[in-house]
């Protein structure tokens, strides 16, 4: 069974420049979020989607982040404009359910590097 | 607010003598807790997992975790570490809001397998 799948797995861009990821999560997987990690840092959510709905996007900088899943499969992440704090690795995750018996898969995460 | 704290930030340990890696919790009441390690380039994976049943949680790869109520502790240990163990690893909680759940990560802790 395919895992969770992320692109680009690096990114380098200049501040002020626009940026988007990729997420394709499990089949069959309802729920799908997005993590950031800061270097030396656990992950933090972002934003948590169940199908097409955020259903939690408290955590997400609505003035410069924003995500959409359309048909409920797969998501775009995107930033704009991008600033140097915005450096950091952007895990996508899904589970099966929200239901907190079910494990959340990860996927390798985007790197991101703002200059 | 439910919290986990991880008390070593790097941990070096030589090729078949123990592992341990600590990691304190706070909660108002039992919590679920979780180990995860995450290689190089790879996604996070789920190590093991306490949700309220045997306080000797057995994981993969020969990890285990003991919850101690009274030390308010989830440390993670193995009998023999082999180079493929090092990685980052973090402890983590789940607080759980209403129908779904949310998982707060400790700051992880770097392991370093020597020869």
């Known amino acids: ?115 | 607010a439910q919290s986990v704290t991880q008390l070593d930030s790097h941990v070096s340990v030589s090729e078949g003598t123990p592992v341990l890696l600590r990691c304190n919790y706070s909660s108002s009441y039992s919590p679920s807790l979780f180990w995860y390690v995450q290689h190089p380039n790879k996604g996070l994976q789920l190590l093991l997992k306490y949700t309220s049943a045997a306080t000797l949680v057995k994981g993969i790869n020969g990890f285990e975790a003991e919850f101690k109520k009274s030390e308010t502790s989830f440390h993670l240990t193995k009998p023999s570490a082999h180079m493929s163990d090092a990685a980052e690893y973090f402890c983590v909680v789940r607080v759980n809001t209403g129908t779904a759940s949310k998982l707060t990560f400790g700051t992880g802790t770097r392991l370093q397998v020597t020869l």
């Open chain 1, 1 to 115: 069974e395919a895992g969770v799948v992320q692109s680009p797995r690096y990114k380098i861009i200049e501040k002020k420049q626009p940026v988007a990821f990729w997420c394709n999560p499990i089949s069959g997987h309802n729920t799908l979020y997005w993590y950031r990690q800061n270097l030396g840092q656990g992950p933090e959510l972002l934003i948590r989607y169940e199908n097409e709905e955020a259903v939690d996007d408290s955590q997400l900088p609505k003035d410069r982040f924003s995500a959409e899943r359309l048909k409920g499969v797969d998501s775009t992440l995107k930033i704009q404009p991008a600033e140097l704090g915005d450096s950091a690795v952007y895990l996508c995750a899904s589970s099966i359910s929200p239901i907190p018996s079910y494990e959340q898969y990860f996927g390798p995460g985007t790197r991101l590097t703002v200059t």
